[in-house]
């Protein structure tokens, strides 16, 4: 016959009077435990799309830019390939270049990154992360949230169910054998896991809000027009959610996979705004399809540059009419380290 200890006995007892009460804890145990290894499953199992077949390089091309020694000429050769192919990248190296991965041979689209340790480009790379073996990313960053969110949930539900007797650990201690420190062992342990989940969660929820990896949150990604910690945003915290979970509000907190979009091309507060484009010749414009190609206005500007441009050697300066019919000019002055570049 099993004697159980006077202690025991009594939260046995105390059971019995709360039978509701014990089936709606192990109901919600139950609950959080499988949504919670359920997100976890799909985040270290969960496949990440691969690059399109459009960004890699063949052995021609590659070839191409591998037998040239000047990175200046193995940009051009990048451009012309994106040109070409009308590719959707509008993200720069911090030299300006386009990003290109010599492991993959790839160009890489935007928001993708290369990972030393799955050895393999990303795409909207946000980290490697330890805890589940894999990259976090476009693939499985939606799962990645729900971990974090139903890990933090499970560790809640266990530290509030576990207080009251905590509480009462603490109240008969002289009355407390050894079978009891489980319970202030479990207590404890779930309220640290629950603190340094909190960060995390909180720290991803406020890049879901803004539309940033963390990759993106500690280096700005690079446009034509500099460095934009924004430039991926939909402008509305709600819009960037929906980027991440989907439309669908069924959906919604369900490790299912309803993110918005492809990986592969991305909405954007703004795209090239640099001034000098209007100095570009036509194969960089066409470097930039789609949204980013020039109004009617700078199109006009830019013909008026490249029918009317004068330059004078001896002075250093650059004439450019701005209104043929009604002879106003903007007159440029080069400083003399740029006349090479202008021949």
Request: net charge negative.
């Amino acid at each position: 016959m099993l004697v159980l200890p006077k202690r025991d006995v009594l939260t046995v007892r105390v059971a019995k009077g709360q039978p509701l009460l014990c089936v709606l804890y192990l109901l919600l145990f139950h609950f959080f435990l499988f949504m919670f290894l359920w997100a976890y499953y799909q985040t270290i199992f969960g496949s990440h799309p691969g690059v399109p077949g459009e960004f890699y390089l063949s052995s021609d091309e590659v070839q191409r830019i591998e037998s040239e020694d000047r990175s200046g000429e193995q940009q051009e050769i990048l451009k012309e390939i994106s040109r070409d192919k009308a590719l959707p990248v509008y993200t720069r190296t911090y030299g300006g270049g386009i990003r290109y991965c010599h492991i993959c041979k790839i160009i890489k689209p935007d928001r993708c990154h290369h990972c030393s340790v799955c050895d393999r480009c990303i795409l909207k790379m946000d980290h490697h992360c330890p805890w589940v073996n894999n990259c976090v990313g476009y693939g499985n960053y939606k799962f990645f949230v729900l971990f974090l969110m139903y890990a933090l949930l499970f560790c809640l539900y266990v530290a509030i169910t576990t207080l009251p007797y905590f509480v009462q650990f603490w109240q008969d201690m002289q009355d407390s054998d050894a079978a009891r420190f489980h319970i202030l062992f479990l207590f404890l342990a779930s309220i640290m896991f629950a603190i340094s989940v909190t960060i995390l969660f909180c720290m991803h929820i406020r890049l879901s809000l803004v539309n940033q990896s963390t990759l993106e949150s500690f280096r700005s990604p690079i446009f034509r027009h500099g460095p934009d910690k924004e430039g991926f945003s939909r402008g509305s915290a709600s819009g960037n959610f929906h980027d991440i979970f989907g439309s669908r509000k069924s959906h919604w907190f369900l490790p299912m996979f309803t993110s918005a979009g492809d990986g592969v091309n991305w909405p954007m507060q703004a795209r090239d705004q640099d001034s000098d484009r209007l100095l570009d010749d036509d194969r960089d414009e066409d470097l930039s399809p789609g949204e980013e190609s020039p109004s009617r206005d700078t199109q006009q500007f830019k013909k008026s540059i490249q029918a009317g441009t004068k330059y004078d050697s001896t002075s250093n300066d650059v004439v450019v009419p701005i209104e043929p019919n009604t002879g106003d000019r903007v007159q440029l002055v080069l400083e003399p380290g740029h006349i090479a570049g202008t021949t």
